[in-house]
């Protein structure tokens, strides 16, 4: 890939502030507009590496905030990091007795990518659905959530299911997702609190 998609302004601008990717960018421009954080917030970042987006979060709230990836995330003063599966039982337990009631779920993760586009894109949205998942075991009713998502097949039935969970929907698209891409972002707030949520919190 040409030095255009990972070094343009955006890339500088991330750099210059200190943060470890770019997409630290996407998640201040969300907060700016959304304001999807609130002060007290206890924050789970899923997909976490390299940890950009924990450095956002560890200054937006006095809350906890919890990273897993399955990849090591290096230490990041004011956070926790998890290197495990975030679907795994055991790992969610873990999140659960770190960081009590979560207050807000987000997730900037993509799968490794094929080239093959429908393929890729249902790894995807499979990727999405694992995080919402995860989203209504974890978050306390009136709880916010953040997912990356891309446009395409499989996309809607996402949104919708989404819906079904939360009062208020929106997709975004962040000026720092680089041009020609589908990505967008759905912003999920106030947690209706279902009986999914309760599932495996016994």
């Known amino acids: 890939m040409g030095s255009q998609w990972s070094r343009d302004r955006y890339y500088t601008k991330a750099m210059k502030e200190g943060y470890r990717a770019r997409a630290a960018l996407k998640l201040v421009e969300i907060q700016n507009r959304f304001q999807v954080i609130r002060p007290t917030d206890s924050i789970v970042d899923l997909g976490a590496a390299p940890g950009s987006w924990l450095q956002v979060l560890r200054d937006l709230t006095e809350g906890t905030v919890i990273g897993v990836d ?10 926790v990091t998890i290197a495990g599966d975030f679907t795994a039982p ?15 779920v987000v997730c900037d993760a993509s ?14 949205i499979a990727l999405a659905e694992d995080a919402l998942s995860f989203a209504a075991r974890l978050l306390k009713p009136g709880g ?37 891409s589908t990505e967008v972002y759905i912003i999920a707030k106030n947690f209706r609190g279902t009986t999914h949520a309760l599932e495996g919190s016994v």
């Open 111 to 124: 799968p490794k990518l094929s080239g093959q586009k429908s393929y890729d894109q249902a790894r995807a």
């Open 70 to 79: 399955l990849n090591p995330i290096a230490p990041l003063e004011g956070t």
């Open 90 to 104: 055991a790992v969610q337990e873990r999140i659960r007795s770190l960081a009590g009631e979560v207050g807000v």
């Open 144 to 180: 916010n959530f953040v997912i990356k998502a891309f446009q395409g097949e499989l996309f809607e039935e996402l949104l919708a299911e989404v819906k079904t969970q939360f009062y208020s929907v929106r997709v975004y698209r962040t000026r720092a997702s680089r041009k020609g």
